[in-house]
């Protein structure tokens, strides 16, 4: 049994963890470089979903620990408010970069969850500040992800994450979801049917009056309910629905930033312009928990009137642009750039779909799922057992030195965008043993 050197493991209460199972079973990770992670008993285990969805350059990266190291000595922490440091700046400055058109302005926070209710919070505020203070509904959409914030959770639409915690956020509805559509079984990339299911949107604003509404949030790829690919057209027709009404669109980008889908961001590869942006996972590279929310002109320039020495905006947290994380998170853009990483999905992207659809015929899959360097494998649930199927795929493939993700009964990947060949080839085979010895 792997403990730790006290050997108790009862005051920490594990998030989205089965705690009993895993106090019973630890698995412990005591290092970790390049794409592998090392365990406390010197097993090697292969990084299958960079992290969680965020070491996008995989770890123990020498830019990033001599950032570390060098900021830590030089300023460790400056106050966020009325007061500013330099890298703050450069770094917003250059993610600005990365983005097209007018989402020139980036305000930071420390993780996703974060970044989504400093967005919803902006998009409401937006509204009020130009006289439309009656825009206040707010519309996710069914199996949505949106981190785990009172705000996130209820546009979100993961029944799991919120059946615990009431009501929630008022005046919430969600657009239909668009998985599990008839035709699009093992798609690559944008599958075929579906983009009709965005004209759901309009059924919303007839029930509740466009007038009312500030804002449509979702992920451009919806990954934690199981990496589901927007239909063709499905993006650009919410785009021209929110347009007709004036109704901000959202873009969650914290999983889909950062390289993951072969190009900077999502926004990139769809072709696509939100009002907002919301991302964090690969802005560190993992490393230093942050996040961003990236806003157009429009948005920002209507908070900035009134006398000038007034705030402008009455939002924002402690560690907002801290100086560790702005300073880890110039030394990851500076590895993603230098490494060509954010268009690595797209070079590697073939060899990997290839690889993942060959696993079609092994035991209990459904459906395969990849765009990017991203990938769901759907397997048929143990009848009365939903989830387990999965969680003993994703045991059995760390006993084989594979880290997997899993939700419900599909398994994600989403490896550090440093994997090369041989280490797809044993993803899948690994995957492959996996289901052939589970029942």
């Not at 123990?60 to 000595?73: C, G, H, L, Y």
């Not at 873009?251 to 769809?270: C, M």
Request: hydrophobic letters at 40%.
């Amino acid at each position: 049994m792997d403990l730790p050197p006290n050997n108790n493991l009862d005051a920490y209460w594990m998030p989205f963890t089965a705690n009993r199972q895993f106090k019973a079973h630890p698995r412990m990770f005591v290092g970790a470089e390049g794409m592998y992670f090392k365990t406390s008993d010197g097993r090697d285990v292969l990084d299958g979903i960079a992290g969680l969805w965020c070491c996008n350059a995989g770890h123990k990266r020498p830019r990033i620990i001599e950032a570390v190291k060098n900021q830590v000595e030089e300023l460790d922490y400056s106050p966020a408010f009325q007061m500013g440091h330099h890298k703050a700046f450069d770094l917003a400055d250059r993610l600005a970069r990365l983005m097209p058109g007018d989402l020139n302005h980036v305000f930071f926070t420390n993780s996703g969850s974060e970044s989504v209710e400093t967005a919803l919070k902006m998009a409401i505020a937006y509204h009020r500040a130009r006289g439309e203070g009656h825009r206040t509904r707010l519309i996710g959409r069914e199996k949505g992800y949106h981190g785990v914030n009172f705000g996130g959770m209820s546009v979100g639409g993961m029944p799991a994450n919120r059946k615990m915690f009431g009501s929630l956020v008022s005046g919430v509805d969600h657009l239909r979801h668009t998985h599990g559509i008839a035709g699009n079984e093992y798609s690559r990339g944008e599958p075929e049917h579906g983009a009709e299911l965005a004209d759901d949107l309009e059924r919303l604003c007839q029930l509740h009056d466009p007038s009312t509404i500030a804002a449509v949030i979702v992920e451009p790829v919806a990954g934690s309910a199981g990496v589901i690919m927007p239909p063709k057209g499905y993006l650009k027709r919410l785009r021209e629905i929110c347009t007709k009404h004036g109704i901000l669109l959202i873009f969650d980008e914290v999983i889909t930033g950062f390289g993951r889908l072969g190009t900077p961001f999502a926004v990139n590869y769809f072709g696509v312009q939100p009002d907002l942006v919301t991302t964090a996972k690969g802005l560190t590279n993992g490393v230093v928990p942050m996040g961003a929310v990236f806003a157009s002109d429009t948005i920002h320039d209507a908070f900035m009137t009134g006398p000038e020495n007034m705030i402008e905006f009455f939002h924002g947290y402690t560690y907002s642009a801290n100086p560790m994380a702005c300073a880890t998170a110039l030394a990851a853009l500076d590895t993603y750039e230098e490494e060509g990483l954010f268009t690595r999905g797209a070079d590697l992207g073939d060899y990997w779909a290839d690889a993942m659809h060959g696993l079609r015929g092994a035991p209990y899959i459904k459906d395969i799922r990849t765009m990017g360097l991203i990938a769901a494998i759907e397997l048929d649930p143990i009848e009365g057992a939903p989830t387990k199927r999965a969680f003993n795929a994703f045991l059995k493939a760390y006993d084989k030195g594979l880290l997997i993700r899993t939700t419900g009964d599909i398994i994600a990947l989403s490896p550090p965008l440093i994997i090369e060949k041989s280490h797809i080839d044993m993803a899948v085979e690994t995957v492959r043993r996996v289901l052939e010895e589970i029942e």
